[in-house]
Nanobody
Framework: QVQLVESGGGWVQPGGSLRLSCAAS????????MKWYRQAPGKERELVAA????????TYADSVKGRFTISRDNAKNTVYLQMNSLKPEDTAVYYC??????????????WGQGTQVTVSL
């Protein structure tokens, strides 16, 4: 079973930066597309960014494009989300997920505990 552990969240002021990590185990990490999602209070979980199995292809939600960067280190079975120029609207619990195909829905059994990101004064 896929196991994903998110970390790196915290509280930052608007304009600050955070780097999230997602440590993966239980599957062939290098064969999977990795995605970051977030869920703000009272809102649905939304896709933030995705990265192909080799790291050569990335996609971003319009709301974070130009500010966030997704990357991966297949040797460490870890995917990262570098978040710069953070805004209060970025406040959410951030989760990662793994899929074999770009179009796959997230695996409902592989969500980790998430990591809280709070952006406020």
């Amino acid at each position: 079973q896929v196991q994903l552990v998110e970390s790196g969240g915290g509280w930052v002021q608007p304009g600050g930066s955070l780097r999230l990590s997602c440590a993966a185990s239980g599957f062939s990490f290098s064969s999977y597309v990795m995605k970051w999602y977030r869920q703000a209070p009272g809102k649905e979980r939304e896709l933030v960014a995705a990265i192909g199995s080799t790291g050569g292809t990335t996609t971003y939600a319009d709301s974070v494009k130009g500010r966030f960067t997704i990357s991966r280190d297949n040797a460490k079975n870890t995917v990262y989300l570098q978040m710069n120029s953070l805004k209060p609207e970025d406040t959410a619990v951030y989760y990662c997920n793994a899929v074999l195909l770009w179009s796959d829905y997230p695996d409902p059994y592989s969500w980790g505990q998430g990591t809280q990101v709070t952006v406020s004064l």
